[in-house]
Nanobody, 115 residues
Framework: QVQLVESGGDLVQPGGSLRLSCAASGISFSIYAMGWYRQAPGKQRELVATITRGGSTNYADSVKGRFTISRGNAPNTVYLQMNSLKPEDTAVYYC?????????WGQGTQVTVSS
């Protein structure tokens, strides 16, 4: 059974930092492209960042220079380091794993940026 379990969401003040984690099980993690997406209330889910199995990264323009996606030292884990957080970063953040026609999602973790 495939599971993607996100953690690390929290309430943080503007300008603060958070690190999200996604632990994957039930897949051959090393061959999957991994990504983070987010969905704010009343908006469509949007791409935040992706990382290929080879380590190439891609970011939404709105987070470039502030967020960093990485495959971590912990087995089968992908991280999203978020710095200089803004209120508009408030959303539910979802982990995604893709390989050919296989596409899996986590349940999401809430990030709220507010003073």
């Amino acid at each position: 059974q495939v599971q993607l379990v996100e953690s690390g969401g929290d309430l943080v003040q503007p300008g603060g930092s958070l690190r999200l984690s996604c632990a994957a099980s039930g897949i051959s993690f090393s061959i999957y492209a991994m990504g983070w997406y987010r969905q704010a209330p009343g908006k469509q889910r949007e791409l935040v960042a992706t990382i290929t199995r080879g380590g190439s990264t891609n970011y939404a323009d709105s987070v470039k220079g502030r967020f960093t996606i990485s495959r971590g030292n912990a087995p089968n884990t992908v991280y999203l380091q978020m710095n200089s957080l803004k209120p508009e970063d408030t959303a539910v953040y979802y982990c995604n794993a893709v390989y050919l026609s296989q596409n899996y999602w986590g349940q999401g973790t809430q990030v709220t940026v507010s003073s």
